[in-house]
């Protein structure tokens, strides 16, 4: 952490250009592996696949954008994946006591809130690590979800709803959940990026004392960005139901992993201050457009883990390992340089 | 890192310690009032095959939970100690199974040696990659579970195919105390007693307290990280062949998940998650409160989808408990400070 540290306030420029160049290059291997798949995976190219596409990288699309925000602002949220299913589990429980979906739904988006609210308490609040405070809230809301629904599973949710979240647009292959993820992503790129808000969660996440100074209240902001990161991760329960039309405790167990790893795949810095949403966009789509292509291609689903992992890793040390490079390389030119400059001097004398 | 010849440094010490203590008798303190209650409702609880089932249990969350802490003081994590455990268990079981005539040590060894190469894989990664712990261990923790997933093919390795004298090796007792837990029992008091005692151990305190004074102060951070990410994957690699004795049965699923359960355990356990303070006998404890609330949960016939949601409970519980023990004494080494100048 401190060796981050201590390198951005020496050098600046390179590592600014490093995080363009990170962005830069995911989303051409994101564009890269989307052509090679549909010239060479049989059927990826096709509209029904491309709807089972976006089915597959809702969840993690949508949690993945609340997520950078916290990332950048030098935090993390390991409980999305719980409160996806506790919001699922209460949706099945709410529905089996014959309550209307219509009142449901909003419950779900509240009851998500509320659960973000919880860690922001935690963490803003009583000032403990967010590491610590969502893996405890990551086993207590799965537990909770547990408690409430058993381990059933609820299905007959309403044709009208399970078919808008699995349907597409008119006559066109767009499936109709493109548009919420469309919608957000704009939203939250647009508050990220243009906005004062955006601002002040860079500011928050490169130094939090000076954030301060400059009139940015860290714990007010990252307080909040959990209430929306619980927000959002509860509509990711809510729509992940109506598409398998199954509420169960364990749905989306595991994601959390999943979306940080899509996450730090798209450039963002897990010590935070850095990232940008398209980047992150493209993680998501890459990692779940080389499952699709790979599962299409009877790879198993385990061993697309060690796709992931790689990735992962190799976010975070490719460009490390590049401005290591860069680094030996300047250093020896300018020991060249100064050996060239001593022996002009005593050719002078 | 002790202060000689400066006044007052040892009451300071001794009233840390003190708090330390404090706290591993808070979890001693709960486990004791658990056992008590629950033995009241079902005396079946202190059978002696309970209790055997709760310290099997415990002996391999806890062997797990001592190589987390160890990783976890030097302000560091390792998510990968499940998948490293599922690896070494499909290795250590595939090679008994071709080879039944192998002794015990020599499996114990294979597995730790497995674990032993993805931790120090995990250190190098960390150390001389520049990547955040979380990040690699992350990524490993896909990776190798991967690997078991891609090496294993759906397969599964069964109790009969196992050697017997490899499944009496999880069964069998000196004096009555299985073998499990001793080979626990030893990992704890020698990791124990190096962390304490040992200049290895305390760089370790050192470099979690504060990296950059660690380095100023002449400590090989970097090996020393390694090092920490090492005894964390040998240490998994051991738990992976404990699984193997004590279940029979593997897949290439075993110990999908532990990593949370090994974090659990040592934050119950008072290791603080941003290093510099804690103890592996914490994390054992930790280890053992969080077999036997489960034990209990299923004992008193309370509906076992509690004890999740108990373990959260209990995480963000013993956190703020921290979080408090630490600004008392911050509040009481300030006035003890303002009395002496």
Known sequence: MSAETASVTERPSPLAGRFANWNVAIIALTV??????SASVANFGT????????????????????????????????????????????????????????????????????LGAVNGFFVTVLGLPSLAVTIGTLALYRGLAFVVLGDGAVADFPALYTDWVTGTIGGTPIPNVLIIVVALAVVFGVVLHATPIGRAVFAVGASEQAARFAGVRPGRLKFWLYVVSGLVAGLAGVLWTLRYSSARADNGAGLELAVVAAVLLGGVSIFGGKGALPGVIAGVVLLASLQNALRLSDVSNEALNVVTGVLLIASVLAPNLANAVRAAVSRRRHRTESLHRSSSRKDLS | ????????????????????????????????????????????????????DILLGTAILAVLAVGQAVVVITRNIDLSVGSVLGLSAF????????????????????????????????????????????????????????????????????ADELPAGFLDFGNATLLSVPYLVLIALLVLVVTGLVLRNYRAGRELYAMGSSPQAAKLAGIAVGRRTVVAFLVSGALAGLAGVLFAARFGTIDAAAGTGYELNV??????????????????????????????????????????????????????????ADRLVAARVAASLKKRGSHVS
């Open chain 2, 1 to 52: 890192m002790t202060a000689v010849g400066l006044p007052g440094v040892t009451a300071r010490r001794s009233s840390l310690d003190l708090v330390l203590r404090a706290r591993e008798l808070g979890i001693v303190l709960a486990l004791a009032l658990l056992v008590a209650v629950t033995a009241i409702s079902n005396p079946r609880f202190l059978s002696a095959q309970s209790i055997r």
């Open chain 2, 91 to 158: 290795t250590v079981g595939t090679l008994l199974r071709d080879n039944p005539g192998l002794p015990v040590v020599v499996a114990l060894l294979v597995g730790a040696g497995v674990g032993g190469v993805c931790g120090a894989l995990n250190g190098v990664l960390v150390r001389y990659g520049n990547v955040p712990a979380l990040v690699v261990t992350l990524g490993t923790l896909y990776v190798v579970r991967g690997i078991t997933y891609f090496w294993a093919g759906g397969q599964q390795i069964n």
């Open chain 2, 263 to 320: 974090v659990a355990a040592v934050v119950v356990g008072g290791v603080a998650v941003f290093g510099g303070s804690g103890s592996v006998w914490g994390a054992a404890l930790g280890a053992l409160l969080l077999t036997t609330i489960g034990s209990a949960l299923a004992v008193l016939e309370i509906n076992q989808f509690w004890q999740q949601a108990i373990v959260g409970g209990l995480i963000l519980l013993a956190i703020g």
């Open chain 1, 47 to 114: 509209s029904q696949n491309f709807g089972f596409l976006v089915l597959d990288l809702l969840p993690i699309a949508l949690v993945a954008l609340p997520m950078t925000l916290v990332i950048v602002t030098g935090e993390i949220d390991l409980s999305v994946a719980s409160t996806l299913g506790l919001s699922s589990a209460v949706m099945g429980y709410l529905w089996n006591a014959n309550q209307p979906i219509e009142t449901i739904i909003p419950l779900c988006l509240l009851l998500g809130a509320v």
């Open chain 1, 32 to 37: 890269l592996v989307l052509i090679v798949a």
